[in-house]
């Protein structure tokens, strides 16, 4: 009975139908998207201006959403997007910073109030800041920032796209401060993967490291050391070391002890045979993959090894306690070689003393008497390259070059480089490809930033490029390579 009811009712509906007469029917306005794109890249950091050129078929207003989610993998839709859409904007232009790197999908929604239209594209968030100048900069009140000079392709210097950053820190995680800041590394190679590491030391209350995705400027991290080890800071780093139990960068604290900060886990953990050492000054060299870091105090060179720290006192029946060790070079060039630059504590001659990376030899290269003072101390920044077997170091405000198998330049030696009147040299550092040397001054009478940044060709001394009064007051310079 049920199946003879419902064939007669579709049988009424469609003899009703044939009776309808045909009406004209207004078409909707249609929607256009002009801009052929499917992809839309943008720069992390740099505000993203994107046009998909709509027209429409009446005169209404229209009506803009654009929104980005993370993609599915796991979803077979041609656009798969997991979870919720941000939107972004609502005015026919995207223009939006975007601070975090990704791949991601951008839908754009278009309503003209007759028709709507969805437009689906890839979105390449890309770093980039993938290479460049960093410079660890400090201003009156204490406050630091790392300012970052982006490496531009000629194209972008061309079209004259941002170069300087100035708080990149603060731009890629708004409310990260950096108070005192010491010291800036980073650390990306091991033997079983990467954990890149772009971490700065800073001598706050809290003795904290500031830990960042070296690739982004990402923030992993904000360790307070002093909750670890009360009263202990980290005086700078001294390269990178690994273990069966982890991969880490070695540094020394304000104790005089040597701590492990491990790049996995961004932790901190002391080398307890060190605790009493009393270590002044750590300094790392670097030849191609392999990476050394010693510590001293006045007499003593510590070499910390995968278990033991070993001593120059006591290896290889080599003795320093009748010296105090003024600096430290490692020649990356021909042999590879540690040059520890002392002084006779006797007859305050200076000696020069040179010893392969493992200690295994050991010799005695010079013992001068001074004519004139030397122009070298504890506070000179050696700066080598494997372009020369020389060596660059600052000394009362200029720069000389050194042959290590020569005497070190007196005072009244020709210098390789002084810098313009009225800067005072902060710091050095050199180029990736070690063509150039970069050299941080402060000038307390220039008005506004009083830091700039000089870079001059390792093999003619001649200045490359200039950056002045964009920095306060350089600290560590260091360029970022691309990982």
Not at 6 to 34: D, M
Not at 130 to 155: A, M
Not at 247 to 265: K, P
Not at 431 to 443: A, I, P, Q, R
């Amino acid at each position: 009975m049920r199946k003879i009811n419902i064939y007669f009712l579709i049988l009424v509906l469609l003899t009703g139908c044939y009776g309808v007469e045909e009406q004209e029917l207004t078409p909707l306005a249609e929607l256009n998207i002009g801009n052929p794109s499917d992809v839309i890249n943008a720069d992390l950091g740099v505000e993203l201006v994107f046009d998909a050129q709509i027209s429409s078929g009446n005169n209404q207003t229209i009506k803009y959403e654009w929104a980005y989610g993370t993609p599915d993998p796991s979803s077979s839709a041609v656009y798969p997007i997991k979870g919720d859409l941000k939107v972004i904007s609502t005015d026919p232009l995207i223009k939006y910073t975007f601070t975090r790197v990704g791949n991601y999908i951008m839908r754009l929604r278009v309503d003209n109030g007759e028709s709507i239209v969805f437009k689906f594209y890839t979105l390449n968030v890309n770093s980039g800041l993938d290479e460049g100048i960093l410079v660890l900069n400090t201003d009156e009140q204490e406050h630091s920032l790392l300012t970052f000079i982006k490496t531009r392709t000629p194209e972008e210097e061309a079209e004259g796209a941002q170069e300087i950053y100035e708080d990149i820190v603060g731009m890629i995680n708004p409310g990260i401060e950096i108070t005192k800041g010491v010291d800036v590394y980073i650390a990306n190679k091991n033997s079983e993967g990467n954990y890149p590491n772009l971490v700065v030391s800073t001598a706050d209350a809290s003795g904290s490291i500031i830990s960042m995705d070296p690739r982004n400027f990402e923030l992993k991290k904000v360790l307070k050391v002093e909750k670890l080890y009360p009263g202990v800071k980290c005086l700078n780093f001294a390269g990178f070391s690994s273990s069966a139990s982890g991969r880490y960068t070695m540094m020394n604290g304000t104790d005089g002890a040597i701590y492990r900060y491990d790049l996995l886990t961004n932790d901190v953990a002391v080398r307890t045979d060190t605790r009493h050492l009393g270590v002044k000054k750590a300094y790392y060299g670097m030849f191609d993959d392999d990476h050394y870091y010693f510590f001293y105090k006045e007499s003593v060179i510590y070499a910390p090894g995968y278990g033991k720290v070993d001593s120059t006192s006591v290896a290889n029946g080599s003795s320093l306690t009748d010296y105090k060790i003024m600096n430290m070079v490692y020649r990356r060039r021909g042999s590879r070689e540690l040059w520890v630059i002392t002084r006779r504590k006797s007859d305050n001659n200076i000696v020069l003393h040179k010893m392969s990376s493992t200690f295994s030899q050991y010799a005695k290269r010079l013992d001068y008497t001074e004519t004139e003072p030397m122009a070298m101390d504890e506070n000179s920044v050696m700066i080598t390259t494997r372009r020369s077997a020389q060596t660059y170091y600052n000394y009362d405000n200029k720069i000389y070059r050194w042959d290590f198998a020569s005497r070190i330049p007196t005072v009244n030696s020709t210098p390789a480089i002084t810098p313009p009147a009225g800067e005072e040299i902060t710091t050095l550092g050199r180029s990736y490809d070690e063509n150039y040397l970069y050299v941080g001054t402060y000038n307390s009478s220039r008005p506004g930033k009083k830091g700039s940044l000089y870079i001059y060709d390792f093999a003619t001394q001649s200045l490359v490029k200039s950056y002045e009064g964009k920095f306060d007051k350089p600290v560590k310079i260091l360029y970022k390579y691309r990982m």
